[in-house]
């Protein structure tokens, strides 16, 4: 057998089972590395078991067969090539003169296998290399995890419930995006993952088909990640776009809402985005998607108090016009009515803390009215029952006590409290005057003491009995302008009780999560 070594690769040394006294024609006292491999090669070959190999490590030799032989590849898989085709393994090869026997990287397919591995397992992979004579040969990886945050899956899982949908879309490898998609909860049993190469294969009918259960999006480039918020905004949803660099940029700004990081975001990125997290943090996104929504709640119950108020006040007075009755109120008494009842109180409500069940609900439509969800037959029907109770009051007393300034001062107490009682009703669009948390907001605790004090001073100190024109009343009168100012509240929190035993008339909403 006759070879000649073109190329040495590394570590390329004449090998058997290891003797002693040899080392200086290069046998090693430990012998071959890979035993198993070497007797499989001399047994391959009908050799005797101690028959010296050539043994490399890392990079292997190019050799030129001078004479005709037959050998024997085994050991790891370095993609051996016969004058430039692939050569079996494992196998007797026989070689004529001139064949030139060359090695490839080292175990490429245990390295790929060992990429996905470490990616399943939510880790990134780095490969290392080093160039040897004019060649790059592997040398090994590294794997490392950037530990998700303690309070992401808590996030991800609040948005769920509130029905929001999270999707990651990311550069990594599609097995570790999908491992950190599972362990932060955005990836749920019947989602799928796609990525950018699967992408470029669907047409926009395709990926409308499947995009409403993917979850998520690995190997993606700014292209892909603008084409999946167009196909989100297609299906109908408002699009949130979280980024920190500069090809995220185009994706946030065709969103509905961009998001930017202040810490790692690049400027292009702040630029582009509506919104900017100072704390980098995905948890503070959600917690202003509970602000956002307290807000508009507020909005709601703050419209909802004064225009059913206002209504209350319209139809006491042409009520009374109407039924032929001398005037209800005077003006200085009107002027009482919405100085105690429109300030403080209609302000207080502003100040609601979240409801409970605030991030439990489904984000509303974009083209859902302000008054969507019944509310504005609820503010009718709450201000005519105010307008009625008031009218009744005024009535009762007028018929009983023939005194015009008793009357007009019972329809006082009962307008005002009828609607001192209603803004405890408007805490909450779901629980009655029975449920509501009374305690969960102090300045309206405090607006209302205020108002009722306002009111009892206007009626019983003498001063300004002469302003607006009261008289005190007797406990009986006072008792009837109270009745009346409650029944409508109270009897909305009762009837149902009724009807319903002991079945608490409070609305849960429950959202499946995708």
């Known amino acids: 057998m006759g070879i000649r070594v073109l190329k040495g690769g590394m570590m390329t040394t004449v090998q058997d089972l290891g003797r002693t006294g040899y080392q200086s024609q290069g046998f090693s006292v430990s012998g071959v590395m890979d035993v198993r491999s070497f007797k499989i090669a001399n047994l391959l070959l009908d050799n005797p078991e101690n028959e010296a190999v050539l043994e490399f490590t890392l990079i292997g030799p190019t050799l030129e067969f001078t004479s005709e032989t037959i050998i024997s590849i085994t050991g790891g898989d370095f993609r051996p090539q016969i004058n430039g085709k692939p050569a079996k393994m494992y196998t007797a090869i026989y070689m004529h003169r001139g064949d030139i026997l060359t090695f490839g990287g080292a175990m490429r397919k245990q390295a790929f296998y060992k990429c996905d591995e470490y990616a399943s397992k939510g880790l990134r992979v780095i490969a290392f290399s080093q160039q040897v004579d004019g060649e790059w040969a592997f040398l090994g990886l590294m794997a490392m995890k950037d530990p998700l945050r303690a309070e992401a899956a808590k996030a991800v899982a609040e948005c769920q419930r509130a029905g929001i949908k999270t999707v990651m879309i990311t550069g990594d490898h599609k097995l570790t995006a999908q491992a950190i998609a599972k362990e932060a909860g955005i990836m749920k049993a019947g989602s799928i993952a796609l990525t950018g190469d699967e992408l470029d294969r669907m047409d926009d009918k395709q990926l409308d088909e499947v995009i409403e259960n993917c979850r998520v999006f690995a190997r993606v480039t700014p292209e892909h990640k603008l084409r999946i918020v167009k196909a989100f905004k297609s299906r109908g949803h408002v699009c949130a776009m979280t980024g920190d660099g ?233 008792l009837v302008a109270a009745a009346a100012a409650a029944i409508v509240p109270v009897g909305a929190g009762i009837i149902p009780k009724l009807f319903m035993g002991k079945k608490s008339p409070d609305v849960t909403v429950n959202i499946g999560q995708n």
Not at 315 to 323: A, E, F, S
Request: aromatic fraction near 8%; proline fraction near 5%.
């Open 246 to 478: 500069v090809n995220d940029a185009p994706a946030i700004k065709e969103a509905d809402i961009g998001v930017s990081m202040g810490i790692s975001g690049t400027e292009v990125t702040k630029q582009a985005a509506d919104v900017i997290l100072l704390d980098d943090n995905f948890a503070t996104l959600v917690n202003s998607v509970e602000e956002g929504r307290t807000i508009y709640q507020n909005i709601r119950k703050f419209v909802r108090y004064l225009i059913s108020c206002n209504i209350g006040e319209v139809i006491t007075m042409l009520g009374g016009i109407l039924m032929g009755l001398p005037m209800v109120l005077l003006p200085a008494q009107i002027l009482l009515v919405n100085l105690v009842t429109d300030s403080l109180p209609a302000i207080a409500l502003g100040l609601e803390p979240a409801e409970s069940s605030v991030m439990k609900k489904p984000p509303r439509k974009e083209d859902d009215s302000f008054f969507s969800g019944g509310l504005m037959w609820r503010i009718v029907i709450r201000g005519l029952l105010i307008g009625i109770c008031t009218l009744a009051s005024f009535t009762v007393l007028l018929t009983n006590t023939h005194s015009l300034g008793t009357a007009r001062t019972g329809a006082l107490i009962t307008l005002v409290l009828s609607q001192l009682i209603h803004v405890f009703e408007c805490k909450s669009e779901e629980k009655t005057l029975f449920t509501v948390p009374y305690l969960s907001n102090p300045f309206l605790l405090f607006s209302v003491f205020i108002s009722a004090a306002a009111l009892f001073a206007g009626i019983w100190l003498p001063v300004l009995q002469k302003v607006f024109f009261t008289a005190v009343p007797s406990l009986g009168e006072f």
